[in-house]
C-alpha cells in the first residue's frame, strides 16, 4: 500500500501506547505470569453466563435504547439506594455505558472546553488526561502523598480558580490502592461550594475495599452529589472485564449533557447483558460480599510474600497490591518491571508511569485477582529474587 505523505500532527503527541497493553504483550512474548493488568483469570458467575445465554437464545440481540434498558437502570437505583442511600431517578439520572473507560471519557467530553482546566491527583489512571487533552482542557496536577497516597486539600484549595472545570477524583484509588475517607468528602465539598466545578468520580472499585472500611461514595454527600458524575463498573464487580459494561448516577442536567456525547461514541451498549445484569442484580450477595472475597485473596497474596525481600505498601481497596523493591534494585521502576517479566516471568506495572512527570519510588503494582495457583507461581518467583 503506498503511505500517505501528508502533514498530520498527532492531537496527543505526548501519550504513547498504554502500559497495560505494552505489559501485558510483553507478558505474552515472555510466556509470564500476568499480574499486570487488572483482570481476573477466574471464571464469573454460572448464574450470570446462563442468564446472558438466556437473552440471547430468546432474541435480545438488537440496539438497546440509548440510555440503556429501564430494568437495569431501576435495578441500579435500587442497589444505589441500598448500598448508599441516595436516591437517582432511573429515567433521567442514569445511563448504561460501555464500561468505565467509555463513561470517562463522554463525560470529560461532554464537559470540558478548551481553556477549561481539570484537576487530576498524581499517579492517575491513564485514560483522564488524554480525554481532556482531546477536549481542549489543562490538567493541573496535584499530588498524592507517599506512601500513604493522600490528597492534601490544602494544596488543591490553591489550585482552584475562574477556570477550573472539573476534579477528578477516584476511589477506592487506582494504582495505589488507597481509599478516600469521610473528611475528605467534606473537605471536597468546602473547595466546591458556590462555584460552578463539576467532580467525576471514578467508583468502579467500590466493593472491592478492605477491613470494614465503608466506601465513601459521592452519592452519600448531597451537596457533592447534585454537581458529581458517578461512574462504576459491573466489569470489576462481577469478574467480567471483557464485556465492557458500566454505568454513570448523575442529576438530570448533567445526564442530559453527558447522553448528548454519549450516544455519538457507542449510541447503546450489549442488549442480552444488560437484561441478565438486570436479573443478577436481585443477588445482593454478588457485590455485598465481594469485599471479604478480595481481602482474602490479597491477604493469601501477601502473606505468599512475607519472606521476600519486597516491601509490601498496605492496599485499602482494588485488587492490587504495591511492593516496594528498593531492597533488591536501584532500577528505574519500568527497567525493574521490564526485567522481572523478562527474566523472572512475573508481569507488573511500574507505578511511576501513572504520574504526568515520572516519580520513581521503586514501587511496582500487581494484581492479586487470580487464582491460589497463580498467586502461588508468582510468590515463589518472586521469594527467590
Known amino acids: 500500500m503506498t503511505k500517505f505523505k501528508g502533514l498530520i500532527p498527532s492531537k496527543l503527541p505526548g501519550i504513547g501506547t498504554s502500559i497495560f497493553a505494552i505489559m501485558s504483550r510483553l507478558a505474552i512474548e515472555n510466556k509470564a505470569i500476568n499480574l499486570s493488568q487488572g483482570f481476573p483469570d477466574f471464571d464469573c458467575s454460572d448464574k450470570l453466563k446462563s442468564l446472558v445465554n438466556n437473552y440471547v437464545k430468546k432474541g435480545y440481540n438488537q440496539y438497546a435504547p440509548m440510555p440503556g434498558i429501564i430494568s437495569l437502570r431501576e435495578a441500579i437505583a435500587e ?4 448500598c448508599y442511600s441516595a436516591v437517582y431517578n432511573p429515567e433521567t439520572e442514569i445511563t448504561i455505558t460501555s464500561g468505565a ?5 463522554s463525560a470529560i467530553s461532554a464537559f470540558i472546553r478548551e481553556g477549561d482546566e481539570v484537576i487530576v491527583f498524581d499517579p492517575a489512571y491513564d485514560s483522564y488526561v488524554p480525554a481532556i487533552l482531546l477536549g481542549g482542557g489543562t490538567p493541573i496536577y496535584g499530588r498524592l502523598s507517599y506512601p500513604d497516597f493522600k490528597i492534601n486539600w490544602d494544596e488543591t484549595q490553591k ?3 475562574q477556570r477550573t472545570r472539573m476534579i477528578i477524583i477516584n476511589s477506592p484509588h487506582n494504582p495505589t490502592g488507597s481509599v478516600l475517607t469521610a473528611d475528605d468528602m467534606r473537605r471536597l465539598e468546602k473547595i466546591t461550594k458556590n462555584t460552578n466545578i463539576i467532580i467525576l468520580s471514578d467508583e468502579v472499585y467500590e466493593h472491592i475495599i478492605f477491613e470494614k472500611k465503608e466506601h465513601q461514595s459521592i452519592c452519600r454527600y448531597p451537596k457533592l452529589a447534585e454537581r458529581s458524575l458517578v461512574i462504576s463498573s459491573f466489569g470489576k464487580t462481577f469478574h467480567t472485564t471483557g464485556w465492557k459494561m458500566g454505568y454513570i448516577l448523575a442529576p438530570e442536567n448533567l445526564t442530559s449533557e453527558f447522553r448528548k456525547t454519549h450516544q455519538f461514541v457507542v449510541f447503546a451498549v450489549n442488549t442480552p447483558i444488560q437484561y441478565a445484569i438486570a436479573d443478577f442484580l436481585k443477588e445482593r450477595d454478588s457485590y455485598i460480599n465481594l469485599p471479604e472475597f478480595y481481602q482474602q485473596k490479597r491477604d493469601y497474596f501477601n502473606n505468599a510474600l512475607k519472606d521476600s525481600r ?9 485488587y492490587f497490591q504495591l511492593l516496594d523493591y528498593s531492597a533488591i534494585s536501584d ?13 523472572f516471568k512475573v508481569a ?4 511511576s508511569v501513572f504520574y504526568h512527570k515520572k516519580v520513581e519510588n521503586k514501587i511496582l503494582r500487581f494484581c492479586f485477582a487470580k487464582s491460589e495457583e497463580t498467586m502461588n ?5 518472586l521469594c527467590k529474587i
Request: proline share 5%; glycine share 2%; charged share 35%.
Open 101 to 105: 473507560t467509555e463513561a470517562l471519557f
Open 377 to 381: 507461581k508468582a510468590a515463589e518467583i
Open 348 to 351: 507488573s506495572i511500574p507505578v
Open 310 to 318: 519486597f516491601k509490601i505498601i498496605p492496599s485499602s481497596g482494588t
Open 79 to 82: 442497589k444505589t439506594e441500598y
Open 331 to 343: 532500577e528505574k521502576e519500568e527497567d525493574f518491571a521490564v526485567r522481572l517479566t523478562k527474566e
Open 159 to 161: 489550585m482552584v480558580n
